[in-house]
């Protein structure tokens, strides 16, 4: 069967095109690596969840080499690679149909006029390859509203320091808040913060052929099992398959895009689920692997013109790799301390925190002391959370205060305290992760996967700039948490990668020299190629990226359906 457009993924940044495309009567190839699972199978087991890794390739099979600096006894510094399947350090985030967007949390902050421009906002940081995007907030912002409305966000505006501009309202109400959110509202406004309710990629109201949230508090990381979440599979192509002009093609691993002496790609090859070696072809191909992998396959995909890798030969793909910098707070909430009715508001399960803090997305204050800052620069985003996941909560009880491996009767009392005699708040700080030299991606010359092929190499350097502005982030979250009551107020902020949260690699640009694609993400030296993951970011920004990534897909796939149309008239 001929194909107009083959999508290498299935995920946030493919599900958009193939929606768009089908829609519009072109006829539509996917092929994702892994399973095409549904709702029965989404049920909530923990065990799947929290010990295993049932929805990732097993990290013998596939798998990742990391590379981290090390330091000498004499203080020089070293990197060195250590392979995933030693470590257990998966950088999987969910190989199935519709990928990670199926395991998300679904906050859904929008970016803010200020992230597009990073660069003439607050000039260049030694050390990082700061740039401004080659589009605008106002380019993104009709796609963010498409997003809202087709992928369906539920949620409320409030004013505060740092709202951006909006051109509708939220299409579906707000989900159920926690009770403990009135908490979070009270104690901020006392002591002068602007607590916000979070725009949630979840339905809050059944609508487009699926249900809302039951509120089981079994949501991140795990399935949906209502298809209330807004995946990339339940909210978009569910649909597109119904047009009849969409294939998916499951248990597809793409290992090699080959190229003609034009430089333009020919044909994508795979291994179907048995194994077997496949050729598809289109007129159009699309990249959306999420990051990491993406960087492999186009590196992997040498050809005549690409003997660096397909699209790179200015030597950028894989470069300035991102992550999300921040860090993790907490506070106990000690049922002694609480009146019988507290208790009782702390205890309830299901509806989420929904509460986050943006007054400081943009630092202004003589006190900070970051990188070239005179007390202004980029901040971020504090989202607050309980652990509703049993075995997440008890994850550490293991351990006594010197860490040590307690069992029996000391197990059985530290797990007895933990959900008999407090309850935890959490919040992550989100901010950016600025690009440098030394985070990227290459090929390992010795690792390879169970079909022969080279595995990802991935260098993780921090800019140390990223942990001065956690740890301001984290210092506010704690003000917080005190100011609520909470006691053992807690935060750690790292400058290890959250690996659900990444970007860039391929980045977006007007200059061929230092970017692989335009603004449009197709790559500026191969005519029939997009990349429409997260790997176009050129800065990350200071919230979750699914969002942002859908929005952009969105926006590209419009410039291919006109290409296409273009085509067959």
Known sequence: MSFDICIVGSGAGASPVAYTLAKAGAKVLILEKGPWLTEKEFFKDELAISLRDSYNPKLIDEQHVIEEEYETDSGESYWQGEPTSESGWSFWNGNVVGGSSNFMSGYFHRLKPVDFKLKSTFGEIEGANIVDWPISYDDLEPFY?????????????????????????????????????????????????????????????????????????????????????????????????????????????????????????????????????????????????????????????????????????????????????????????LFADLTTEKQAQLKQVGPFINRALQDWYQIDDKSFSGANSQGKAKGGTIDFLFYQNPIARAQGQQFNDESELVWGEQLQKNLKEEFTTYKTLRFEVFNDWLPTDDCFVSLDTEVTDKWGQAVAKVRIGAHQHDMVVGEYLADKGEKLLASMGAKNVTSSVSSYPPTNLMAGGCRFGHDPKTSVLNKYCQAHEVDNLYVTDGSFMPTGGSVPYTFTIYANAFRVAEHIKERWQASVT
Request: glycine residues 12%.
């Open 145 to 333: 509203a498409q997003v809202e409305r087709e992928v369906g966000v539920s949620g409320r505006t409030v004013a505060h320091p740092h709202q951006e501009p909006r051109s509708t309202v939220f299409p579906y109400p707000p989900l159920v808040d926690h009770q403990v959110s009135g908490w979070i509202d009270k104690a901020a406004k006392n002591i002068g913060y602007h607590s916000m309710p979070v725009p949630r990629a979840i339905l809050s109201t059944p609508a487009m052929g699926r249900k809302s949230c039951e509120y089981s508090g079994y949501c991140s990381s795990y399935g949906c099992s209502t298809g209330a979440k807004g995946s990339g599979r339940a909210a978009l192509l569910n649909h597109a398959v119904t047009t009849g002009n969409l294939t998916i093609k499951a248990n597809a691993k793409v290992y090699h895009i080959a190229s003609d002496d034009k430089g333009e790609i020919s044909a994508i090859h795979y291994y179907d689920s048995q194994g077997r070696e496949k050729k598809a072809t289109a007129k159009i191909y699309v990249v959306a692997c999420q990051a990491v992998e993406t960087s492999r396959l186009l590196l992997a995909s040498t050809g005549k013109k690409f003997p660096q890798g397909l699209a790179n030969n200015s030597g950028q793909v894989g470069k300035n790799l991102v992550f999300s910098g921040g860090g993790t707070g907490k506070g106990d909430f």
